[in-house]
């Protein structure tokens, strides 16, 4: 059997060179670089092109995502890996110059890193030379990274010059019901979304793009997520941290992406086939929860525990009935249930995508623990998430279980072609 560190050694496959090497292909490494040569210089790095799906190769590892001459940015419909390392910054430059730099570089940098490749020497041959890779990732496949780039209603501010490409329906999300946002938590110009089948892939690549914002951009919030808590298409449905399946009815075709997630430049041009990225962070009170008798918990989300079943059904996938009562004349799916809320045949058809993860952050000050759920969701028009999250906020019975804590909303343009990056034509 070959294994992957026998044919990264075997010098007589060029094809499994070209792919799985994340030797110093940089050379001198990124930051040196002018942001045009740098973009047009990696853009004809070959890619493997695979997916990660249900045709993926079966050692995952190797699997990896292009970036260039995609309709759109991979990490969306891309069907969910299982970690993720989220990651919203503030700028710290009023220069649109150094933003125009900074995600240039990052563009290029997420081509390498997706396709398995260091972001410059690990290991440089001087004493005194400073790694530009830090390394954890060296001997790690791609693991079907994606990284996708957001911008923040606060690029499109007064700072930058911008503001004239702000489209019309993107701006702060204004205060919801039940929010308890912490303002450490909340908000960022820009926003990077890493998504592998390996943690330590999706860490370094933040890891990383962050050390290469120096100067520009720093941390606001992160959140590192696991065990992806949206079931994309073809994937069966996985657990969030209250036990019940997740995903059950998301966004799964391609006439549901058109519809309700891709941007159609209508308004901005330079949106079409980008999406708008909400991000919240939400916290589970878990003890009570797990105290909770089961008859409530389904009544909480309109769903049984082990089969995830409509509880007007019997199977997972048995299309809800809102309208039926028991003998007594109540609603079989109570109509302050989650999914009761949520269901877009209450909410004039509307649906959005949501690509969420569980996340842990051990115990808090009070020795509860302290995790829940990072729900990452994509929409063509943030009023969708606004709309939903009103009436969420409002009657949701999830309610006296959650608290949501973090937030951002980002616009996420379309995937460059080979040779440019990330939101280019806003700097035209
Ligand atoms: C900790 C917070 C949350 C948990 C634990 C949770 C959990 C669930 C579960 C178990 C389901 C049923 C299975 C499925 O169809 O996926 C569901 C459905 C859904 N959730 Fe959530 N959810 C949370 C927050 C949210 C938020 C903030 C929104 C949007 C604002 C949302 C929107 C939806 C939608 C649209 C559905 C599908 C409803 C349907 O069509 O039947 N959820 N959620």
């Known amino acids: 059997m070959t294994t992957l560190r026998d044919r990264r050694d075997d010098p007589a496959d060029p094809d499994e060179r070209r792919r799985l090497s994340r030797r110093s292909f940089l050379g001198g490494g990124v930051a040196g670089l ?13 890619i493997a092109h695979a997916r990660a799906d249900e045709d993926a190769p079966a050692d995952v590892s190797e699997t990896a995502v292009p970036f260039y001459d995609q309709t759109h940015q991979g990490g969306i419909a891309t069907p969910p890996q299982r970690y993720v390392v989220f990651a919203s910054y503030d700028l710290t430059t009023t220069d649109a110059g150094d933003l125009q730099v900074l995600l240039a570089r990052w563009s290029a940098s997420i081509a390498q890193l997706q396709a398995g490749r260091n972001l410059g020497t690990v290991e440089p041959s001087r004493p005194s030379g400073v790694p530009t890779d830090t390394g954890e990732a060296a001997d790690l496949g791609p693991n079907a990274l994606t990284v996708t780039l957001g911008l923040g209603p606060g690029v499109f501010d007064d700072r930058f010059g ?10 702060h999300l204004p205060e919801l019901p039940s929010d308890r946002l912490d303002p450490k938590l ?20 933040i890891r990383d793009l962050s050390r290469l914002a120096r100067g520009t951009a720093v941390v606001r919030w992160t ?52 999406t708008y990225q909400v991000a919240r962070k939400i916290q589970m ?36 009935d809102f309208a039926r009562k028991d003998a007594s004349g109540e609603l079989v799916i109570p109509a302050t249930s989650h999914v009761a809320l949520a269901a877009h045949e209450n909410n004039g058809g509307l649906k959005i995508l949501r690509r969420s993860y569980n996340f842990t952050d051990g115990m808090d000050e009070y020795g509860q623990i302290n995790a829940g759920l990072l729900f990452i969701a994509y929409m063509n028009d943030p009023a969708a998430f606004v709309t939903m999250q009103t009436k969420l906020g409002r009657s949701d019975r999830l309610n006296e279980y959650i608290s949501h804590v973090g937030s951002g909303v980002f616009a996420v343009p379309p995937a460059p ?9 806003l700097f035209g």
């Open 162 to 171: 911008l503001a004239r490409h702000r489209p019309a329906r993107f701006d």
């Open 223 to 274: 959140v590192m997520g696991f065990g992806r808590a949206s079931a994309g298409k073809g994937q069966t449905t996985p657990r969030n941290l209250m036990g019940f399946k997740d995903g059950t009815r998301n966004i799964k075709t391609d006439a549901d992406l058109d519809q309700f997630v891709w941007h159609d430049g209508t308004d901005q041009a330079w949106m079409q086939g980008g």
């Open 417 to 425: 072609a080979t040779g440019h990056y990330v939101a280019e034509p």
């Open 34 to 46: 002018a942001a045009g040569a740098l973009a047009g210089g990696l853009g004809g790095a070959a």
């Open 186 to 205: 909340t908000g960022g110009d820009l926003s990077l979304q890493a998504c592998a089948e390996d943690p330590q892939v999706a860490y370094h690549a």
């Open 285 to 320: 009170n878990i003890e009570n929860w797990d105290a909770d008798q089961i008859g409530d918990q389904h009544a909480v989300f309109g769903r049984t525990k082990q089969e995830g079943a409509p509880l007007s059904g019997t199977q997972e996938f048995d299309t809800p």
